[in-house]
């Protein structure tokens, strides 16, 4: 193994890009799939679970993206933007649904 | 044919598709010590692929399909693991198999 | 940060892997212990030592037990919280619900409580109660059922009810054994190659690292869909999108479906009493039998009890493969008219049920249920080897500072892997020791795994040394093998039901408990006598007496 230790600061920035913002990420994306779903027709069960079955595959590429990826700009940028943008959209279209 | 004798014969071709896997690979032919120094790679991977798809439709056999996959989906891992540690401490076990499958010309020749 | 991918990827397997690990051994050897929660439940409760029974009939036996159930005790506390007025004497009955499968000898009776004033409209509690199907009668509310009441909540909430924290961390730890996966695959180059590589007698480090390997690969899809399916299992917990933001969408989908199957969400505040529920359950056994699917009743459930729009549902008891199928029938619960008979599932419901299916097991194959407490102790040596190898690889690198650090993980390793065993003996041991008249048994009995396992903490920090780091190990591993026979044989001197007995009759539930705890009982002893062996050949090789290296590091490396 590497004799360079990571420091720290950007091990827990990696860690909460990952864990935190993966989380938030994928959030949005349930949010935003699950609506898209009923959009076009399907039940909110069914959606429901497909969604969910993506999901935490979505979620463990990212956690592992967070530690592969070479620019923290960019985890961040893509997670936090991504997050923010799905889940803004989903409010906005379940809002103009119900 | 009762189940738990299907089911017992699944598990033995699994074990012995598994060992054909495990001896075309050059280290544990060589530690079965098996005739020749290579083996022959292409027939040993053929004879285990088939051998687990005998262990696979014997299970279908017994079983409702989602059952019999994930029956012989963990009976590979004990599989696997027996052949493992045969490899371990006795890997004279695995050598009437090496020689059986073996290629004569080449341990001839060798 | 990281100079290659791959040691990217090194990084993320050990770390995640050290830090979760010990999160990840307590669900995998809970997890393990739970497929056979029914059999430890037998164990534990003697007076339920009798065979499994067909559903008993709903209008003699089980109508005039439903009448009597009252909320469980601490939920009614709790409730007190919720609601914004003072509680009633009696609360309003919601629904009932009785639940059997075909290795539980015992019912479970299950009524929900509505909460009158509650701030949360659909909030309610629960009332419980085991029953013995042959006579109606109850099982005695001290009779912890250690399998299903104990080591399977541990196994997926840690007993950690405050703001479902224990589910999280769980949650958490799912995940990160997911990333381990899928990091160790990356960073084992010769995966294939070494698929069957184990070599015992080589050094230590490299026996305990194939091993650790071994483990890992030949279950990997074990281990990769069983943390994956117990997160979908408890999605709704972790993306909770239908009682937050898609809350409206969630409900409109409720209403349509419910005038759909014609099965009202409400109750409609006439009363009317229950038709002869025993012809409906007689109808639907009927139905199946016609559709080729003939079988027992799994799960009854009555809704809006007492009321014009009660329902009865009937669903079969899954055991012949792996999706987690009902063929649910539904009754009008006033007249017993049938309502609907579920359709089959669709696309994603079905993948979705085999998926939660093969990870809760319903089904009827002990060979197949062998196999996965196999594959649960597998992930428990995977994640066991992989502190093992990691505290021999610090120990190297910092014999001369002496790190308290590593002591810390090398403490938390023995008492996570080998004092969860010995805690898990004591209970056993504590079950059959406890007078049954004792109040509060259930509360004794599980202090003294909690205290025990803390104790073993407790005894590996202080019996470490860095001369002999393997002492702890070979201590708690021989208590481990005594706590075990001690258990076997006091289940033979409480119960009467000695080892030679219970398989005589063909009792396999109880006589299969005893033959895995001296299963366990041998594995721990000879554990505890390698270990030994190494740490003495260690001692001698250190003292110079044999050169460095030799002992155990002879032969193929």
């Known amino acids: 193994m590497s004799s360079v230790r990571p420091d720290v600061s950007q091990v827990l920035a990696r860690l909460a890009a990952g864990v935190v913002g993966g989380w938030a990420f994928t959030w949005g994306f349930v949010t935003l799939g699950i609506v898209a779903l009923v959009a076009v027709g399907m039940s909110y069960h069914d959606a429901e679970l497909l969604v969910y079955l993506l999901a935490f595959l979505l979620y463990l590429a990212l956690l592992c993206w967070a530690f592969a990826v070479r620019s923290l700009a960019r985890l961040w940028l893509t997670i936090g933007g991504g997050a923010a943008l799905m889940s803004g959209a989903a409010w906005l279209a379940a809002g103009a649904m119900a | 044919m009762p189940d738990a004798l299907l089911l017992t014969l699944a598990l033995g071709a699994s074990c012995a598709g598994q060992a054909c896997l495990a001896l075309s690979l050059e280290s544990h032919w060589r530690q079965a010590g098996a005739p020749g120094r290579r083996p022959p790679a292409v027939r040993m991977r053929a004879t285990g692929a088939g051998l687990l798809v005998v262990a696979l439709m014997l299970c279908l056999a017994v079983n409702h399909p989602s059952i019999a996959a994930l029956v012989w989906i963990m009976m590979n891992a004990v599989a696997a693991t027996s052949v493992a540690a045969t490899l371990a401490w006795r890997p004279a076990w695995l050598r009437a198999p090496g020689r059986l499958l073996a290629d004569r010309r080449r341990a001839e020749g060798v | 940060m990281f100079?290659?991918?791959?040691?990217?990827?090194?990084?993320?397997?050990?770390?995640?892997?050290?830090?979760?690990?010990?999160?990840?051994?307590?669900?995998?050897?809970?997890?393990?212990?739970?497929?056979?929660?029914?059999?430890?439940?037998?164990?534990?409760?003697?007076?339920?030592?009798?065979?499994?029974?067909?559903?008993?009939?709903?209008?003699?036996?089980?109508?005039?037990?439903?009448?009597?159930?009252?909320?469980?005790?601490?939920?009614?506390?709790?409730?007190?919280?919720?609601?914004?007025?003072?509680?009633?004497?009696?609360?309003?009955?919601?629904?009932?619900?009785?639940?059997?499968?075909?290795?539980?000898?015992?019912?479970?009776?299950?009524?929900?409580?509505?909460?009158?004033?509650?701030?949360?409209?659909?909030?309610?509690?629960?009332?419980?109660?085991?029953?013995?199907?042959?006579?109606?009668?109850?099982?005695?509310?001290?009779?912890?059922?250690?399998?299903?009441?104990?080591?399977?909540?541990?196994?997926?909430?840690?007993?950690?009810?405050?703001?479902?924290?224990?589910?999280?961390?769980?949650?958490?730890?799912?995940?990160?054994?997911?990333?381990?996966?899928?990091?160790?695959?990356?960073?084992?180059?010769?995966?294939?190659?070494?698929?069957?590589?184990?070599?015992?007698?080589?050094?230590?480090?490299?026996?305990?690292?194939?091993?650790?390997?071994?483990?890992?690969?030949?279950?990997?899809?074990?281990?990769?869909?069983?943390?994956?399916?117990?997160?979908?299992?408890?999605?709704?917990?972790?993306?909770?999108?239908?009682?937050?933001?898609?809350?409206?969408?969630?409900?409109?989908?409720?209403?349509?479906?419910?005038?759909?199957?014609?099965?009202?969400l409400e109750p409609s505040g006439i009363a009317a009493p229950l038709a002869p529920v025993d012809a409906m359950v007689a109808d639907a056994q009927r139905r199946w039998q016609a559709r080729g699917m003939a079988g027992e009743v799994g799960f009854l459930f009555v809704n809006h009890v007492g009321d014009a729009a009660a329902t009865v549902s009937v669903y079969r008891a899954g055991t012949d493969r792996v999706t987690l199928t009902g063929e649910g029938i539904h009754y009008r619960g006033s007249t017993g008219e049938l309502l609907r008979e579920d359709p089959p599932q669709g696309v994603v419901g079905g993948i979705n049920d085999f998926l939660t299916g093969l990870h809760l097991q319903h089904f009827r194959h002990w060979p197949l249920r062998w196999l996965y407490f196999l594959g649960g102790l597998a992930g428990c040596a995977c994640i066991a080897t992989g502190f093992l190898f990691f505290a021999r690889k610090r120990r190297e690198r910092h014999a001369a500072q002496g790190a308290g650090g590593l002591r810390l993980v090398e403490a938390l390793s023995v008492a996570t892997v080998a004092g969860m065993g010995v805690a898990t003996a004591a209970l056993l041991v504590a079950n059959r020791l406890l007078p049954q008249t004792l109040a509060d048994r259930a509360t004794v009995e599980e202090s003294v795994f909690w205290l025990t396992w803390l104790a073993t903490l407790g005894h590996a920090s202080w019996r470490a040394s860095p001369r002999q780091p393997l002492r702890p190990w070979i201590e708690q591993c021989a208590a481990l093998a005594v706590l075990t026979l001690l258990a076997v044989a006091l289940n033979a001197v409480t119960t009467g039901d000695a080892l030679w007995r219970t398989l005589a009759a063909g009792d396999w539930a109880v006589g299969g408990v005893d033959l895995a705890l001296l299963g366990f009982a041998l594995v721990a002893a000879l554990v505890a006598r390698r270990l030994r062996r190494l740490e003495r050949d260690r001692r001698a090789s250190v003292a110079g007496a044999l050169p460095k290296g030799f002992a155990g590091d002879a032969g193929r490396a």
Do not use: C
Not at chain 3, 79 to 94: K, N, S
Not at chain 3, 224 to 247: N, Q, S
């Open chain 3, 3 to 264: 100079a290659t991918f791959r040691l990217g990827m090194t990084w993320l397997h050990t770390w995640f892997g050290l830090v979760l690990g010990f999160v990840l051994m307590v669900v995998f050897f809970f997890g393990a212990l739970s497929v056979f929660d029914r059999e430890i439940d037998r164990w534990s409760v003697p007076a339920s030592r009798f065979e499994p029974q067909p559903l008993p009939s709903f209008d003699r036996l089980l109508a005039p037990v439903f009448e009597r159930i009252v909320p469980d005790a601490p939920d009614l506390a709790a409730a007190r919280d919720r609601v914004t007025g003072p509680l009633p004497a009696t609360l309003p009955v919601m629904d009932y619900s009785v639940y059997t499968t075909h290795r539980d000898p015992v019912l479970q009776l299950y009524t929900s409580f509505g909460l009158p004033n509650a701030r949360d409209p659909g909030d309610h509690i629960h009332g419980h109660v085991t029953l013995d199907p042959r006579t109606g009668a109850e099982l005695p509310a001290q009779a912890r059922k250690l399998g299903s009441e104990f080591f399977y909540p541990l196994h997926y909430g840690l007993h950690l009810e405050w703001k479902e924290l224990g589910y999280w961390i769980v949650g958490l730890a799912a995940l990160g054994m997911l990333a381990a996966l899928v990091s160790g695959v990356m960073i084992h180059r010769r995966l294939f190659r070494e698929l069957f590589t184990f070599r015992p007698r080589a050094s230590t480090q490299r026996s305990v690292l194939d091993l650790h390997n071994l483990t890992g690969v030949v279950a990997l899809p074990f281990h990769f869909f069983f943390a994956l399916t117990g997160l979908v299992i408890f999605a709704g917990i972790y993306f909770p999108a239908g009682t937050t933001v898609l809350r409206p969408l969630h409900d409109a989908d409720e209403r349509r479906e419910a005038a759909l199957t014609g099965l009202p």
